[in-house]
Structures are given as C-alpha cells and as structure tokens.
C-alpha cells in the first residue's frame, strides 16, 4: 500500500522539493495552503511528474479548522504516513515596539498549530510508525552573532518563534520515539534559491534540504540537522 505525506504550508521551494521528493519515493502528496491558486499549480506540477497530489485548502493559523483539515486527508488521501512542518508566520519584528499581540501570531504558527497537527494526525502517525518533519531556521540557534542578526534584520519575532519550535521538536521526538513515531528539523541556514527569502544571492537548493529530510526520515535516528552542514 502506497505511503502518504502531508505537507503543510505549501508554496514554492521547499515545500514543492519535498514533494517532489516523497513523491518520486512512491508517496501520495497532499498539499495544504490558503491560496487555491497556488495549491492548483502545485498539483499540475506534481502531477506532470507522475505523483498523485491533493489539495487541502486552510489556513493553519485556525487552531479549529485543523482536526477537520487531518480527517479530510484521511479520507482523500488515504493514512497518513507523514506529516510536515514548512508554515511560518513573520511579525513583530521589533520586539520593544511591535504590538505584544504580533509575538502571539508569531509563536501560534510555530507551536499551538504544530501541536494541534500532530495530535489530530496522532492516530495515523501511531498505526503506521509514521513522522513528523519540520522545517525550521537558523534565526532560532542560540548563538551572538545570529542573535545581533536578528535585531539588525528586524526578524525578532520570527526568531523567538524559531527557537520555541526547536524546543517543541526535541520535546515530541522524546515523547514519540518509544511508539515508533519519528520527530525530525532540518535547520536552515542560508536563504533558499528561488525562495521568498532570496534577494538574488541565495545558492542554496531546495532539493539539497528535501534530500536532507528523506534521509532523515529513512535513518530515523538524528532529530536535528542544518542545512547546509
């Protein structure tokens, strides 16, 4: 019986290199975004490649609208095997002068709603022997110079965010590990080619960070690596 993934927070890069990934792997591919058109894009792409592919409109910021989004899956997709990780939100930029409300937006998408996903899709995740993959980036890394980078950036919310999903990783990958269940990050470190974050420098491949995540997933043993390392 075919495997299936579910990759939440679809759009290009990443995302559509891990689906493309998986895919080639013999995965099934559901897609989950808010925009349709870009869910209907990635769908004929993959599906060019001979990937079956199904689209899951949401928005996964809404901690209610998730169970239902899990349970849709199940039912058009099939089990779920996999579930990943790659929706962020950015905000409160400025620490001391953003609304204290921003940093809660930012931290709902790195936490509550990580959190909401993988219960809803526990069952599956426990029958299959299934993981949790999660993309993540380096503004969260305990380090000075990231940490001065942050500020000058303006990225600070996010990079709270960041460290708290880290955090919530290690934390799923203790408590999961005993049933069988793998919990894995790639930490990204550069800006992705062809990504939002690519101001026109970016050399780092989204298919180097997927090929990351599959080997992660086959050797089941590392909860955290960096990309590129």
């Given amino acids: 019986m075919a495997k299936n993934i579910l990759i939440n927070g679809f759009g290009s890069g990443i995302s559509l290199a891990l689906a493309e990934k998986f895919g080639a792997q013999g995965f099934g591919v559901g897609l989950v975004a808010r925009s349709g058109q870009r869910l209907d894009a990635g769908v ?9 592919a199904v689209p899951f409109q ?22 779920i095997d996999v579930v990943q990780w790659n929706a962020y939100a950015s905000g409160a930029g400025d620490l001391l002068a953003a609304d204290p409300t921003e940093v809660n937006t930012v931290l709902g998408i790195a936490v509550p709603s990580l959190v909401a996903l993988v219960q ?12 949790v993959l999660v993309t993540n980036g380096g503004l969260g890394l305990l380090d000075d110079q990231v940490d001065a980078g942050a500020v000058a950036w303006k990225a600070m919310g996010l ?8 955090k919530l990783v290690r934390l799923l990958a203790a408590q999961l590990k005993p049933e069988g269940v793998y919990v894995g990050e790639v930490i ?17 491949e989204a298919s180097s960070i997927a090929a990351k995540f599959w080997q992660l997933y086959s050797d089941r043993s590392t909860v955290s690596v960096k990309a590129p390392s």
């Fill in 159 to 166: 990079a709270v965010a960041n460290a708290a999903k880290h």
């Fill in 120 to 131: 809803a899709a526990l069952p599956d995740l426990r029958a299959n022997k299934g993981a």
């Fill in 44 to 52: 004929k792409m993959l599906e060019a490649q001979g990937i079956r």
């Fill in 58 to 79: 949401a928005d996964l910021s809404d901690l209610k609208a998730i169970p239902k989004l899990v349970s849709d899956a199940h039912e058009k997709l099939g089990s």
């Fill in 188 to 204: 990204v470190l550069e800006a992705v080619k062809g990504s939002a974050w690519d101001s026109g420098s970016a050399t780092l």
